[in-house]
């Protein structure tokens, strides 16, 4: 779990790119966290600060630091690292239906890797979740037909360098290449 001190914490290592920010004074009306905060329950607090930063306390409640839009992007952009060997599946399905024990057992039948899994409340039907895959697969389409062996919804798939698409377009152009004798 990525925590406020931890984001604080990649400033202060020189890891991000942007220098350690201590409270400014324009930022003093600006609402504060701990530093042991998630950086979840963070980003609510930013999108309602008027200063368009966080300060960060620690546990005496004295300022660490402050948080800006620019700090949890990059602190996101670290939980969702984007591998160029990977594909995305997205599913949905009723809340209670939800394993993700289950959905990995789903993924690794098809001799794939579940890198990353993200559920959330579908915000049309809060009675089902909207949950995204990232598997270590370039063509998903194997893990697509083992999540719907197992009864999983797919709501869609992102990244496959090969899809079910370009592989029938590639087998109808090997037959037209035989057909045509080339």
Not at 37 to 60: F, H, K, W
Request: proline share 6%; net charge negative.
């Amino acid at each position: 779990m990525l925590t406020a001190n931890d984001i604080i914490s990649l400033h202060a290592s020189g890891e991000a790119a942007a220098p350690l920010r201590l409270p400014s004074p324009h930022a003093a009306d600006a609402p504060s966290v701990a530093a042991g905060t998630p950086a979840s329950e963070i980003l609510p607090v930013l999108l309602e600060s008027p200063a368009g930063v966080v300060t960060v306390r620690d546990d005496e409640g004295l300022p660490v630091g402050e948080l800006d839009f620019k700090d949890m992007l990059e602190a996101f952009q670290l939980m969702f690292a984007s591998s160029r060997d990977c594909s995305w599946v997205e599913l949905r399905m009723p809340v209670a239906d939800y394993s993700a024990s289950a959905i990995a057992r789903a993924v690794e039948d098809a001799d794939a890797s579940l890198l990353d899994i993200l559920a959330q409340e579908d915000r049309r039907d809060p009675a089902h979740l909207l949950v995204s895959l990232r598997v270590d697969h370039l063509d998903p389409s194997g893990v697509v037909r083992s999540l719907e062996r197992y009864g999983y919804t797919v709501r869609s798939t992102y990244g496959a360098r090969y899809s079910a698409d370009s592989e029938l377009v590639s087998e109808r152009i090997s037959n037209l290449k035989l057909y045509l004798n080339i």
